[in-house]
């Protein structure tokens, strides 16, 4: 699981990127809003640990972009016992979860994992983009016309569409869509991709799959 921490006081960013690394997270630490930002538009993550008070950027400010910008991974807000306003605006603005500093560690640990194990809630049962619609209790991809999707197939396009803002590196779709599995290689990640490439061609959608071997890969329309 791929944790992004937004946390410009630096000794408790390490505390807290050192806790969760134990807990067997791997963890990108940023020190600002902007930072953040970036991470979270150009990497996918399974959970997003956001300060509020951050240099540059503020962590509702970052919140409300990656929502407008249609990223759904679930994020956790730290906030100061004074900051009751911006808690209920974070919730109102896609928040998943909040906690007040000062906190306890082990109940940092604790909402992290439910968050990370919440965000299997975002698998929905339809997503779209451009002409497609792919329908997880189906497994169907369509558009002009239909077709069915093996099981991994259907992971690896979701997982595109999850992350459809930003191209997707193939370690993430080996560890998302294949669980790191032992034998699964940038050729099988290859392999696959141009099998969905077929299948978006077979029903005339506009929506490709860009990203040569060895990826990043990205859905994106094409016009």
Known sequence: MKILLAEDTVDLNKVISQMLEMQGFDVDS???????????????????????????MSGLQVLKEIRKRNIVTPVLMLTAKAEVDDRVEGLDAGADDYLTKPF??????ARVKALTRRGSQYAAKELSFGDITLKSESLELIASNTVRLSLKEFSLMQA????????????YLIE??????????????????????????????NVEIKGDKGGPYQVVINE
Request: proline share 1%; charged share 25%; aromatic share 10%.
């Open 176 to 205: 998302h869509v294949w669980n790191d599995e032992a034998d699964v290689s940038e050729e099988t990640v290859w392999l696959y991709v141009n099998f969905l490439r077929g299948k978006l061609s077979y029903i005339d959608s």
């Open 160 to 171: 595109l569409l999850l992350n459809q803002e930003h191209a997707v590196d193939c370690n």
């Open 104 to 109: 306890a560690m082990k109940e940092l640990m």
């Open 30 to 56: 940023t020190f600002d809003g902007q930072m953040a930002l970036e991470k979270a538009l150009s990497n996918g993550y399974d959970g997003i640990v956001l300060d509020i008070m951050m240099p540059k």
